[in-house]
């Protein structure tokens, strides 16, 4: 349990740093008129900021593969969902963001259900599934990319809190086909690479690395995040309990669910506030 949190809090760390510095790169190849195009998010990735926060992304992947493996995914992807905080803070001296009291209530909320399910979670479920549900990862991580990429060419330069919150959907489902993923423990190559979750892994992956990409070229770095800290977290919590064997201590379910929607609730209020205070300070700029 004790290697599974810390493995999360370094995910924490790692994604929430990688993403104000990917934030800062993508602002300084944004594209013109505030639509994304491929030229625009290849310009961001190959910033400097930003493949220093793709290689903290690197060690953040780590520790979730590690966390995920080994405590309930309900625990770990909320802790890693905390990357929220590290975002907040740190984009005040690099970014200049500016946090109102409502913001800090919210990232308040979101730290104090964080403290509730690591009391009241439980042991994680075997890491073995159906092989169904393998397919089903693999299925859904095309169709969530392509309704992404969809999404990103309808809204244009209002997409970022989609973009961010398909993006979060990716990797939710990237947690879970890394938690039922066959041929890792004893590794077996051959097995790994005929399981669909795998490539579910690398699908889901490289999907949600796109859409976050372009969500912090177009929008507040806080917003893409809770948006993707959404994602992220509501799809393998449910999946861990309801088909992975996921549970929380005994008599404690009803903390853990009050725990678990007050951390997402927060996250949301993130987003609202971040997606409301970015609008404003595009719309004061065009004014001038």
């Not at 800090?104 to 690591?118: F, H, K, N, R």
């Not at 969809?150 to 809204?155: F, S, T, V």
């Not at 890394?178 to 669909?196: F, I, M, T």
């Not at 979750?197 to 806080?222: C, D, E, H, K, R």
């Amino acid at each position: 349990m004790l290697i599974g949190v810390a493995a999360a809090l370094l995910a924490c760390v790692g994604y929430g740093v990688a993403s104000v510095l990917q934030a800062h790169g993508a602002r300084g190849s944004a594209a013109a008129g505030g639509h994304p195009t491929l030229r625009s998010t290849v310009g961001a990735v190959l910033t400097s900021a930003f493949l220093a926060g793709m290689a903290l992304d690197v060690i953040g992947f780590a520790g979730s593969i590690v966390s995920a493996r080994l405590i309930p995914l309900f625990l770990s992807q909320t802790i890693i969902s905390a990357n929220l905080i590290v975002t907040a803070v740190l984009g005040i001296f690099v970014l200049g963001v500016r946090l109102h009291a409502r913001d800090w209530v919210a990232i308040g909320t979101v730290v104090a259900a964080l403290c509730v399910l690591g009391l009241t979670a439980g042991n994680a479920g075997p890491a073995t599934a159906d092989p169904v549900l393998h397919w089903a990862l693999l299925a859904a991580a095309v169709l969530v990319a392509l309704i992404g990429v969809g999404l990103i060419r309808l809204l244009g330069a209002r997409a970022a809190v989609a973009a961010g919150l398909v993006a979060g959907v990716l990797y939710g489902a990237m947690a879970i086909a890394v938690r039922v993923v066959d041929g890792v423990d004893p590794l077996q190559v051959a097995v790994l690479l005929k399981d669909p979750a795998l490539w579910a892994i690398v699908v889901a992956g490289s999907g949600g690395f796109y859409l976050f990409t372009v969500a912090l070229q177009l929008g507040s770095v806080n917003g893409a995040v809770a948006a993707l800290v959404v994602g992220e977290t509501v799809l393998p919590g449910i999946v861990g309990v309801t088909l992975l064997g996921d549970t929380a201590r005994p008599g404690l379910a009803w903390l853990v669910a009050m725990g678990f929607c007050a951390a997402v609730g927060g996250a949301v209020a993130v987003a609202v506030f971040g997606a409301a205070a970015h609008t404003d300070s595009a719309t004061a700029v065009e004014r001038r």
